[in-house]
């Protein structure tokens, strides 16, 4: 089975451009996560969304982000207009289940810089 | 506050001897208890869980880790070291118990060498 496919792998842009990252989930799972990484903060969950209903957006940044997920298929997260702080790399996972059991499902990543 | 703290930043361990790396939380009650890894430039995949029952979990790749209550632990092990478990293991915690969203907390990594 395909595991979770995130697009585009890396990504460089100018600051102020808007940015669109794609994340495909695992078929079957009603659970989408999406988090960023960076060496300060760490792991940071963005949003989470069941059944395609956002659940928990509290640790969206600011109204700069916005992430969507018109089906089960998938999933977008867009920042407009992106800033060097935003450089870090953006993971999407998918789980099974109405609950949060942990059991997360990554992909890859996309490496966003920013300059 | 909830937490989950990794306390070694990095470890260094030579291929082939046994490995430990720890995973301490703070939650009221028995939490569903987690360790990731990532390899560079990959995303994290899951090596094992505890959710209940017996304290010692057996994982992919060779790791086990067992859960240890009066500790507030889930210490991560591996009896002999191979150069590919070069990577950044993560632990993490769901609070567990029943109904609800619930969100998951990481700790920070521990960034594993292995040198020959």
């Known amino acids: 089975d395909a595991g979770v496919i995130q697009s585009p792998r890396h990504e460089v842009t100018e600051m102020g451009q808007e940015v669109t990252l794609r994340c495909k989930p695992i078929?079957?799972?009603?659970?989408l996560f999406w988090y960023r990484q960076t060496m300060m903060r760490g792991l940071e969950l963005l949003i989470y969304?069941?059944?395609?209903?956002?659940?928990?957006d509290s640790g969206m940044p600011e109204d700069r982000f916005s992430a969507k997920m018109p089906n089960a298929s998938f999933s977008t997260l867009k920042i407009q207009p992106s800033e060097p702080r935003d450089s870090a790399v953006y993971f999407c996972?998918?789980?099974?289940?109405?609950?949060?059991?942990?059991?997360?499902?990554f992909g890859e990543g996309s490496r966003l810089t920013v300059l | 506050a909830q937490s989950v703290t990794q306390p070694d930043i990095h470890i260094t361990v030579s291929e082939g001897a046994s490995l430990e790396l720890r995973c301490n939380y703070s939650?009221?009650?028995?939490?569903?208890l987690f360790w990731y890894v990532q390899s560079p430039g990959q995303g994290l995949q899951l090596l094992l869980k505890y959710f209940s029952g017996d304290t010692l979990v057996q994982g992919i790749k060779g790791f086990e880790a067992e859960f240890k209550r009066s500790q507030s632990s889930f210490n991560l092990r591996k009896p002999s070291v191979h150069w590919s478990d070069a990577a950044e293991y993560f632990c993490a915690v769901v609070p567990g118990g029943s109904g609800g969203y619930q969100k998951v907390t990481f700790g920070t990594g521990t960034k594993l060498q292995v040198i020959p």
């Open positions: 078929s079957g799972h009603n659970s």
């Open positions: 939650y009221g009650a028995t939490p569903y």
């Open positions: 969304f069941n059944n395609n209903v956002p659940i928990d």
């Open positions: 996972a998918s789980s099974a289940g109405a609950l949060n059991t942990g059991e997360l499902f």
